[in-house]
């Protein structure tokens, strides 16, 4: 039946996710009467309101501020850098802790109970656990939520599971203005998860204060295969799932990493990287870790060399910044979208070689 009432053509109403919406009066397509229907319309939030409502702690202006950050579209990325710099003042409180390991180590089992345990002693945990995205349809799993279904649930809590993007070693590049959003939020402790492949350990070492590398029992075939270069990028090693037979194992394997560790050069200047060992299933272990972590805050505040990894890092965030901005910039110009095809044609068929089609796209950029 038709609806003969008259209706206005816009009508303002407040949306129950917090959006301001406007009602817009639309023909039903699928409807043969042509009667009236009303489609929502979304305005996007302010600056000023996202600022406010990640100073408040609104868990869901934070989640779209994240989501804003994260967005590629250039209309996003300008307001997206508006609410990083209202925020800033409010950052750098918290301590930034970069969780890797091996696959099967446990990463998710430890940063639940390790959060946990935190959220019990009255901090504010963000977990920031990146997904790979697949090289092929670009798309990933994002299943942290799932895996921590205790701590998703805690009010003092917040999991932002983000897809990777195909960026080095699976970690976003937006991760850093992640991190400042979640501090102007009042998290006071952050837990950077990586995929644990590649180069990711890197990546997160440069944005982190503490670094934790998580493996396995058995210190035999899986201490051959590990590499040298992430042991020294660690702060503490933890042999995860030392209990019930595991247990004699696992401090077999805290004694071996600890022998190693001791020729290494230390991760951070003035600080004794040493193995540990903890179940996560059974909740041991997690309040010892976080003596460490605090006993090695003090002490690098104390040197200061807390204040001067930060410093370097805001800088390496400038490196990383300029070289993504040149990366976009040379291949969106015009001119080397048009020449790039031609050229990898050439050097394909050997008509070419690489270094002269390289400096001939650079020329082309240049000009």
């Known amino acids: ?11 303002p109403e407040n949306a ?10 639309g023909i039903d397509q699928n409807n043969a009467s042509g009667s009236a229907r009303k489609f929502v319309k979304k305005k996007g939030r302010t600056t000023e309101e996202y600022a406010q409502g990640i100073r408040n702690g609104n868990r869901t202006i934070l989640a779209q501020a994240i989501t ?5 579209a250039k209309r996003h990325e300008e307001q997206a850098q508006a609410v990083i710099n209202e925020i800033l003042p409010y950052t750098g409180n918290s301590i930034r802790i970069g969780i890797t390991g091996v696959p099967g180590a446990g990463k998710s089992t430890f940063i639940e109970s390790f959060g946990s345990y935190l959220c019990e002693q009255g901090h504010r945990v963000a977990v920031l656990a990146v997904d790979p995205s697949s090289s092929v349809t670009g798309g990933s799993i994002l299943g942290d939520k799932t895996r921590m279904e205790t701590l998703a649930r805690n009010k003092n809590a917040f999991i932002r599971p983000s897809p990777s993007g195909g960026t080095l070693g699976g970690v976003n590049r937006k991760t850093r203005e992640t991190i400042l959003l979640c501090e102007a939020a009042g998290f006071d402790v952050i837990l950077v998860e990586t995929i644990g492949v590649g180069q990711s350990e890197v990546v997160v070492r440069s944005m982190v204060d503490f670094f934790l590398l998580l493996v396995l029992t058995g210190a035999g075939d899986e201490l051959q295969g590990m590499k040298k270069g ?8 933890l042999i995860n799932k030392a209990d019930g037979d595991n247990r004699q194992r696992a401090k077999i394997a805290r004694a071996e990493y600890n022998r190693i560790l001791h020729y290494l050069q230390p991760a951070t200047k003035g600080w004794s990287s040493k193995a540990y060992t903890a179940s996560a299933l059974y909740h041991e272990g997690m309040e010892e870790m976080w003596k460490i972590i605090l006993r090695f805050v003090e002490t690098t505040k104390e040197s200061g060399a807390f204040t001067e990894r930060r410093n370097a890092q805001t800088k390496d965030w400038i490196h990383a910044m300029i070289k993504d901005y040149l990366e976009t910039s040379f291949f969106s110009h015009p001119s ?31 000009a």
Do not use: Y
């Open 68 to 72: 804003l950050v994260e967005s590629n």
């Open 230 to 237: 992430v042991m020294e990028l660690a702060d503490a090693i």
């Open 336 to 366: 080397i979208k048009t020449k790039l095809p031609t050229l990898e044609n050439k050097v394909v068929q050997g008509e070419l070689n690489v270094t002269t089609a390289v400096k001939e796209l650079i020329n082309l950029f240049e």
């Open 16 to 25: 129950s996710n917090g959006f301001t919406t406007e009602i817009v009066k």
């Open 1 to 11: 039946m038709t609806d003969n009432k008259k209706k206005p053509e816009w009508v």
